[in-house]
T-cell receptor, first 116, second 114 residues
Framework: GAVVSQHPSWVICKSGTSVKIECRSLDFQATTMFWYRQFPKQSLMLMAT?????????EQGVEKDKFLINHASLTLSTLTVTSAHPEDSSFYIC????????????FGEGSRLTVL | AQSVSQHNHHVILSEAASLELGCNYSYGGTVNLFWYVQYPGQHLQLLLKYFSGDPLVKGIKGFEAEFIKSKFSFNLRKPSVQWSDTAEYFCAVNAIDAGNMLTFGGGTRLMVKP
């Protein structure tokens, strides 16, 4: 199947710093990428939908100024957690929808963020 | 907004036991249905999906799921589980006419004892 790569897979940062997470579709083009957050022992919660060349659409309750999303190309979307705090510690997962969308999304391996 | 419910949060089985994980959704329109699996330390992988046609869907690793439209259900089954099936299983629903988003259930953590 198609491959989606996230980097970094694990990051530890100090409170107040910003962290950028990349999501790349390696062998297909994705007009739309989704960013999810997974708290321990809970399901995935959609944070935002990222469309190439336009502003991301954020879900209710997600601070757009805190979670900056950029979808600069058909194979790359980035999530920047600005001024991170310990409560932002979580597992962030991206998924990508191929241009020839057949209903299936492809998921990255996830990025575990720990804010000290 | 649509919601997806997985009633079993934790399931513990012995090897060779049969498995059925429940999934119900709330949306009344056209849906695509998915089951994903997340093995410990790994990313989400697609087990199987239903778009249309035969409501009994066969997936990888011996899994199958049945779409029962009248019950808004898409339960996952496997006749005989193995220790390697230990993982977390997520049901997901794509409401075609309601923003086309993918909504996940809360997940079911399956532990298979050897």
């Amino acid at each position: 199947g198609a491959v989606v790569s996230q980097h970094p897979s694990w990051v530890i940062c100090k409170s107040g710093t910003s962290v950028k997470i990349e999501c790349r579709s390696l062998d297909f083009q994705a007009t739309t990428m989704f960013w999810y957050r997974q708290f321990p022992k809970q399901s995935l919660m959609l944070m935002a939908t990222s469309n190439e060349g336009s502003k991301a659409t954020y879900e209710q309750g997600v601070e757009k100024d805190k979670f900056l999303i950029n979808h600069a190309s058909l194979t790359l979307s980035t999530l920047t957690v600005t001024s991170a705090h310990p409560e932002d510690s979580s597992f962030y997962i991206c998924s990508a929808r191929p241009i020839d969308f057949a209903g299936e999304l492809f998921f990255g391996e996830g990025s575990r963020l720990t804010v000290l | 907004a649509q919601s997806v419910s997985q009633h079993n949060h934790h399931v513990i089985l012995s090897e060779a036991a049969s498995l059925e994980l429940g999934c119900n959704y709330s949306y009344g329109g056209t849906v695509n249905l998915f089951w994903y699996v997340q093995y410990p330390g790994q990313h989400l992988q697609l087990l199987l999906k239903y778009f249309s046609g035969d409501p009994l869907v066969k997936g990888i690793k011996g899994f199958e799921a049945e779409f029962i439209k009248s019950k808004f259900s898409f339960n996952l089954r496997k006749p005989s589980v193995q220790w390697s099936d230990t993982a977390e299983y997520f049901c997901a629903v794509n409401a075609i006419d309601a923003g086309n988003m993918l909504t996940f259930g809360g997940g079911t953590r399956l532990m298979v004892k050897p």
